[in-house]
Nanobody, 127 residues
Framework: QVQLVESGGGLVQAGGSLRLSCAAS????????MGWFRQPPGKEREFVAT????????DYADSVKGRFTISRDDTKNAVYLQMNSLKPEDTAVYYC????????????????????WGQGTQVTVSS
């Protein structure tokens, strides 16, 4: 099993930036596809970004394309989400997720595809 802990959330003005981090511990020597999801107030959890185990493949929700960047540093067992040009509609609890894979190129968009989740970090964007 792998444990995930997010950090880096906070309050930021519209147009600002935040960098979320997700630290993995436990069985980190396996191959994991990683994802970021978010849950806005009163709404369902939604996909934000995913990155393959190799780091070569990524995908983003249309709402964040061109503003958010997902990356990973396996030497630190960490995944990051750089969020630029933030908007009030980006306000949500952001979750990191992981799933073990056997292919280095797989990416996953559906939340049901992930077995491991962090506890979430709050991001609030003021207008």
């Amino acid at each position: 099993q792998v444990q995930l802990v997010e950090s880096g959330g906070g309050l930021v003005q519209a147009g600002g930036s935040l960098r979320l981090s997700c630290a993995a511990s436990g069985r980190t020597n396996s191959r994991y596809v990683m994802g970021w999801f978010r849950q806005p107030p009163g709404k369902e959890r939604e996909f934000v970004a995913t990155i393959s185990w190799s780091g070569t493949n990524t995908d983003y929700a249309d709402s964040v394309k061109g503003r958010f960047t997902i990356s990973r540093d396996d030497t630190k067992n960490a995944v990051y989400l750089q969020m630029n040009s933030l908007k009030p509609e980006d306000t949500a609890v952001y979750y990191c997720a992981a799933d073990m894979v056997f292919s280095s190129s797989i990416i996953k968009i559906g939340s049901s595809a992930y077995d491991y989740w962090g506890q979430g970090t709050q991001v609030t964007v003021s207008s």
